[in-house]
Each structure stands twice: as structure tokens, then as C-alpha cells.
């Protein structure tokens, strides 16, 4: 399929953030990076700096109330999402430009079940904070939705919004070519996934599990679920739990 005839339905990610040649960056490589130039989906970037509105460009100013750093302006954020909202209804493919989100520290934690919803979406478009984050009143005007990439601070959202597409693009159909091994990962099942192997078949004194070269299918994937069991127990009491309580309701 040509990137052109896959453009309107294409998977839609538009990114607002003051440094936009972070962008594709590492997802113009490898599995994204051949999705994106085949138009299995599509990056556009924003740079929040064209909406200010002062000789200086600039977007952010101090807290009230005090304290330290720099807080991004909700006029200026505001005018980079309604610009981007109009031209998405005005494209005429009647496309959605799916939630905004702002990746922040205080968002709903980014899990393999929110990158498996956002990739049943048309789109996104993601806001990638700097400074000390945006002013609260944007985020509330504008239904702005916050993301998490997890419990500790970076210094700005590029990366964080890297990480989210990353695990939202390789859910998209045709990205990866063998869609079972999406079935089979980390998380998929609610567990972390079983150890993999490949030759040499004896390595430093070391032997390949022999159920693995026995060729019993029905063996191997008992092998491999007591292995995911083991692992999710003793490492991840949390969805070990969840693990359990499910199976439980499946009776
Ligand atoms: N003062 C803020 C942190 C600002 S960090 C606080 O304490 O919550 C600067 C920017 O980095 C944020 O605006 C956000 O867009 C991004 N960021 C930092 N940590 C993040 C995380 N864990 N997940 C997603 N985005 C994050």
C-alpha cells in the first residue's frame, strides 16, 4: 500500500512541544520507523513557541504563589490545541484527532492496557510539558487528559511522549508482521513473559531447557506458562495478584 492511499485512514499522532526535531528521532527507526514511512500511521509536530504572541516567543512565566521555575502559559498552550482541533475537523476526512494528552508526572500511569486502548483510537495528540509543567487552567479548559510514564521526574515530556507511541505504534495492524508474538509478550496475558532461548543450543556450560528441543508442543507451552507463573510471582506481586483474581472470576 502506498503512503498516500493510507493517508486518511491512517493512525494519527500530533505532538505540541517547544523542541520538534526531537521527533520521529528513535521512532524514525527499525519497526515504527517502517510503519511510519509506509503510512501505517502518521507524526506531526507542533512547535508550541509559534503561538506566543510577544516579540520574545516566549511561553511561560513565573508561578503565582511563588516558588521555583517556569510555568508554561494556558493562553499559549490553548491556542497550539484549538489550532490543531480545527485542523483536524477541517481536513475533511471527518477524522477524529482522538483525546489530548499531556504527559505528566501526575498522570494515569501509561500500561500495556492504555497503549492497547489508545492504539484502538484514530489518533492522539500529545502535549510534552517543560519547565515546572503547564498552568492548571489549560488542562481544565481544554479536557486534557495526563499521562504517566511512570514515578520519577524527567525533564521534559519528548521523551515520555517517545515511550507512549512507541508501545501504542507497535499495537497497530501490520506493524508487527507476526501478530501472535503480540500475544504472547510481557503483559499480554497479565503475566511478564516466559525466558527465551536460541542457539547455540550449549553455551558456557550452559544447556538450552530440554523440554524446549523436544518438539511437544503441549510441553512447551505448559513449560512456558509455569515459567511466566514463576516469574510475575516472584517478581511482580502486584499483577501476580490481579493474575490470580482474574482467573478466579473466570471460574
Ligand atoms: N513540576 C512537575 C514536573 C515537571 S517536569 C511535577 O513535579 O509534577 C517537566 C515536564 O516533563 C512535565 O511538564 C511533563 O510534561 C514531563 N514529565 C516529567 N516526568 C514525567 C513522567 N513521569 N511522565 C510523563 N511526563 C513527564
Known sequence: MTAEKNKANSWAATVLTLFPEMFPG?????????????????????????????????????????GPGMVMRPDILAAAVDH????????????????????????????QALARELADRDGLVLICGRFEGVDQRALEGRGIEEVSVGD??????????LVLLDAVVRL???VIGDAAALE?????????????????????????????TSGHHEKIRAWRLARAEELTKARRPDLWDRYLRAAKSRG
Open 26 to 66: 528513535p521512532l524514525g527507526q527499525s519497526l515504527a520507523g517502517k510503519a511510519l514511512k509506509s503510512g501505517i500511521w502518521r507524526l506531526e509536530t507542533v512547535d508550541i513557541r509559534d503561538f506566543a504572541r510577544d516579540k520574545h516567543r516566549s511561553v511561560d512565566d513565573a508561578p503565582f504563589g511563588g
Open 184 to 212: 504472547e509478550e510481557s503483559f499480554a496475558q497479565g503475566l511478564l513473559e516466559y525466558p527465551q532461548y536460541t542457539r547455540p543450543q550449549v553455551w558456557e556450560g550452559r544447556e538450552v531447557p530440554e523440554v524446549l
Open 84 to 111: 490543531v482541533r480545527t485542523e483536524t475537523a477541517e481536513n475533511g476526512t471527518g477524522e477524529n484527532a482522538g483525546p489530548v494528552i499531556y504527559l505528566s508526572p501526575r498522570g494515569r500511569r501509561l500500561d
Open 172 to 174: 497497530l495492524p501490520g
Open 152 to 161: 520519577y521526574v524527567l525533564s521534559g515530556g519528548e521523551t515520555a511522549a
